[in-house]
């Protein structure tokens, strides 16, 4: 049988298969590398369970990863929508970290700024965001209690996956978009067994017959180990004009002289903070 999994929790898996049944299933042997929106071959071994034979070939895979681990998000997914919100003050870092982690897997990015009714502290949260509006990064501005609709437009066609910080606003915003969705978690809660405090890695809802969203935890980091210091220079995206102008082939973009980037920071072509966070990001990875 195939399917797709639509929930996660340890090493339980929820897969909805291709005539619609919610199936509990395990991975085979002692490590799992399956990820919610995963679509795996499964062989069903009772009435109400299952075993994950194989993973079937993804087309994206979003996930962070430290030095110790790495933690799965989604998988064949085709957009990643950052949800950050005018209050509780977000991470910018976090934000780059996770735009850094989209463009690396060639995943579309989608920046939603939330609780846009606080008008006063809208232009604020707007002047933080502009650098990545004007790199180009789309960015929708709405009330989750009152606008949730705005985003929808934006999600149809395609498999997105939410991510944010706790407090942004997101559980608000997938239960204004998808009203069955406590529903939904608590048949998901049933199926596997586990009670209503059920803590699920992922969980994907159906918006309609072409679109899905994947619903994560919230974040309060986003580890990049999995990426080099080359990926992480490429997933910047104002960096590529000038990637391989150095003077040097290995040049690390810092003191070294006729560096591509730097004039470019020099000459206000890349954003000195864009920069900075760069050398942050790349000063945490293994061997940097």
Same mark, same amino acid.
């Given at each position: 049988m195939e399917g797709r999994v639509v929930a996660a929790h340890g090493r339980q898996y929820l897969v909805e298969t291709t005539d619609g049944k919610l199936l509990p299933c395990f991975p085979r042997g002692k490590k799992s590398d399956v990820a919610c929106g995963d679509r795996v071959d499964i062989q069903q071994t009772s009435d109400d369970q299952g075993v994950i034979e194989a993973i079937q070939p993804r087309?994206?895979?979003?996930?962070?990863?430290?030095? /110790?681990?790495?933690?799965? /998000?989604?998988? &064949?997914?085709?957009?990643?929508? /950052?949800?950050? $919100?005018?209050?509780?003050?977000?991470?910018?870092?976090?934000?780059?970290?996770?735009?850094?982690?989209a463009e690396s897997e060639e995943i579309e990015p989608l920046i939603v700024?939330?609780?846009?009714?606080?008008?006063?502290?809208?232009?604020?949260?707007?002047?933080?965001?502009?650098?990545?509006?004007?790199?180009?990064?789309?960015?929708?501005?709405?009330?989750?209690?009152?606008?949730?609709?705005?985003?929808?437009?934006?999600? #149809?066609?395609?498999?997105?996956?939410?991510?944010?910080?706790?407090?942004?606003?997101?559980?608000?915003?997938? &239960?204004?978009?998808?009203? !069955?969705?406590?529903?939904?978690?608590? !048949? /998901?809660?049933?199926?596997?067994?586990?009670?209503?405090?059920?803590?699920? #890695? $992922?969980?994907?809802?159906h918006l309609d017959a072409d679109s899905q969203l994947i619903d994560s935890p919230g974040l309060q980091e986003f580890g990049l180990g999995h990426l080099d210091r080359q990926e992480i220079e490429y997933a910047f995206r104002e960096f590529r004009p000038y990637l391989g102008q150095c003077r040097f082939r290995d040049c690390r973009h810092n003191r070294e002289p006729d560096c591509a980037l730097t004039a470019a920071v020099n000459a206000g072509k890349i954003d000195e903070r864009r920069f900075a966070a760069y050398h942050r990001i790349v000063g945490t990875q293994r061997g940097a």
């Open positions: 087309t994206s895979l979003l996930y962070r990863s430290n030095e /110790i681990k790495q933690k799965l /998000i989604a998988a &064949n997914v085709d957009q990643l929508v /950052i949800v950050v $919100a005018t209050e509780p003050a977000f991470s910018d870092e976090l934000v780059t970290r996770a735009l850094l982690a700024l939330n609780k846009c009714d606080l008008s006063e502290r809208v232009p604020a949260a707007r002047e933080r965001l502009k650098v990545l509006a004007d790199l180009g990064y789309r960015i929708v501005e709405l009330s989750a209690l009152k606008h949730a609709e705005d985003l929808r437009p934006e999600l #149809h066609g395609v498999t997105s996956v939410l991510v944010g910080q706790s407090g942004m606003g997101k559980s608000t915003l997938v &239960n204004a978009l998808v009203p !069955e969705a406590n529903a939904a978690t608590r !048949e /998901i809660s049933q199926a596997l067994d586990s009670g209503k405090h059920t803590t699920t #890695h $992922a969980t994907l809802y």
